[in-house]
């Protein structure tokens, strides 16, 4: 009797292995894991089974405690040897996070105080042959400032502690919120909530801290010369003509005087620059209240020049404040372009480059 044995004298073919592997399909549909590894377990992989050897949990470890030991032993990159870095190994000026948010309590002029969600951003300086930082520490560091009412005092407390928890040279932290003040129509005693858009830092680069606040203010500009030019179509030909006007941002970007011993409010930066330019476009609003609008944008029309030397006029004249920017872009009705200016007092804000998204950044959402 001749045994013929399995073992093939030749190379398999694709063929083959397709065949083969069509059978060991077969099979693993009827086995369970432990039959299939105790086969075989790359069997696990070559099947594209749903999970790899070995077979792991699938339930959530709810009584599991971490310990001392256990958290010695975690892997961390982030804050691994310089070996590990790519690219070039130079030092990074600003790493960290951006936008987490959290209610902050602020105290207004009149003593009170009012929680607004505020979002958060903040880095840290990363010197060469540093892989990186643990971006936990800075939410961290703030969180156990949070609970205080705000003030800058507060700030550098938190960003005294990131900095030595990561230890770090240079560091910044930004605040961005939105902040309510009630604000009243022109001539009807109607009231409502104009909401800015303010940004405080805290930066400090070098060994020198500065403080700064960013404010948009959203105003009406009337045209000087469609003003004119309207009123000559009348006087001349009896011809009814409007001027043109349209929604106005102004990004006032100010550093708070430390030589200064009085706080210069969110209000007080408002009311600056609603002296500045008055015609802040309103909230509530009767017909008399329209009409009041439409007369003060006729005694107040404007330029985008004369609107940023106004603003600045109103910033050099606050002894409050030190360097300042003033951004302002007015979102034309006659063209389909924007009319721009930007003009910068002191070294803080002085720029050879621009992003190319600031001017539209102060795009007004609303």
Request: proline share 4%.
């Given at each position: ?174 605040m961005r919120f939105r902040f309510p003040m009630k604000v ?147 979102q034309e009705s006659l063209h389909s372009h924007d009319a ?17 998204t600031l001017f539209p950044s102060l795009i007004h959402q609303?």
């Open positions: 009797m001749n045994v013929y044995s399995p073992v093939v004298d030749r190379n398999p073919s694709r063929d083959d292995a397709e065949a083969a592997l069509a059978v060991l399909r077969q099979w693993t549909e009827a086995a369970d894991d432990s039959e299939i590894t105790d086969l075989d377990p790359a069997l696990l992989k070559l099947l594209g089974a749903a999970q790899d050897y070995p077979v792991f949990s699938r339930q959530y470890p709810e009584g599991f405690a971490v310990d001392d030991a256990y958290k010695t032993s975690l892997p961390d990159l982030q804050n691994g040897p310089a070996s590990l870095i790519r690219g070039e190994n130079v030092r990074i000026q600003h790493v960290g996070i951006s936008n987490f948010r959290l209610p902050i309590s602020y105290k207004l002029k009149d003593g009170q105080s009012l929680s607004v969600e505020t979002s958060v951003t903040g880095t840290v300086s990363l010197e060469a042959d540093k892989k990186g930082i643990n971006m936990s520490r800075i939410m961290r560091s703030f969180y156990t400032h949070a609970e205080k009412s705000f003030s800058f005092g507060v700030i550098e407390a938190a960003l005294d502690d990131y900095k030595s928890d990561l230890e770090s040279f240079d560091a910044r932290i930004q009243e129509s022109l001539r009807s005693g109607l009231s409502g909530y104009q909401y800015y858009d303010i940004a405080l830092e805290l930066v400090e680069q070098d060994g020198v801290r500065q403080r700064i606040a960013h404010l948009d203010y959203v105003y009406s500009s009337t045209c000087p010369c469609s003003l004119e030019l309207s009123e000559h179509a009348r006087q001349f030909r009896g011809q009814l003509a409007t001027p043109h006007s349209q929604r106005s941002v102004a990004r006032v970007s100010v550093v708070l005087n430390d030589d200064s011993d009085d706080c210069l409010w969110f209000e007080d930066l408002v009311g600056l620059c609603r002296t500045a330019v008055p015609t802040e476009t309103q909230v509530m609003v009767k017909r008399e209240d329209e009409q009041a609008f439409a007369e003060l944008n006729a005694a107040n029309p404007i330029f985008v020049e004369d609107a940023a030397r106004l603003f600045a006029e109103a910033m050099a004249g606050e002894e409050r404040i030190g360097d300042f920017r003033v951004l302002c872009s007015h721009v200016a930007l003009l910068t007092q002191g070294a803080t804000f002085a720029q050879t480059s621009l992003d190319p609303g």
